[in-house]
């Protein structure tokens, strides 16, 4: 089992930053590729970013590409989604997930049920 936890959600206003961080416990988190989902009121579910394993490829979808970033810290079993010039439509419940497979090719194609394991979220608010 792997635990997440994320924290780091909150409300800003439109152009502001913040960071989320996720913690995990549990299974060894060095051999999990980690990504974040978000999901917006009455909207699906979607993969935001993800990373993999060693953090040498990472994926951004294009609606974030240049304002988010992902990285993780193995030795703090710590994963991060740094979020720049917000706007309001990022406004969602922002979710950590753990997936033990990561491919360049799959990823982008990641669903949340298929994932491995789930945080339980956190809420990021941009005002407008």
């Known amino acids: 089992q792997v635990q997440l936890v994320e924290s780091g959600g909150g409300l800003v206003q439109a152009g502001g930053s913040l960071r989320l961080s996720c913690a995990a416990s549990g299974r060894t988190f060095s051999n999990y590729a980690m990504g974040w989902f978000r999901q917006a009121p009455g909207k699906e579910r979607d993969l935001v970013a993800a990373i993999n394993w060693s953090g040498s490829s990472t994926y951004t979808v294009d609606s974030v590409k240049g304002r988010f970033t992902i990285s993780r810290d193995n030795a703090k079993n710590t994963v991060y989604l740094q979020m720049n010039s917000l706007k309001p439509e990022d406004t969602a419940i922002y979710y950590c997930?753990?997936?033990?497979?990561?491919?360049?090719?799959?990823?982008?194609?990641?669903?949340?049920?298929?994932?491995?394991?789930w945080g339980k979220g956190t809420l990021v608010t941009v005002s407008s």
């Open positions: 997930v753990a997936n033990f497979d990561y491919s360049e090719y799959d990823v982008p194609r990641w669903r949340y049920y298929a994932m491995d394991y």
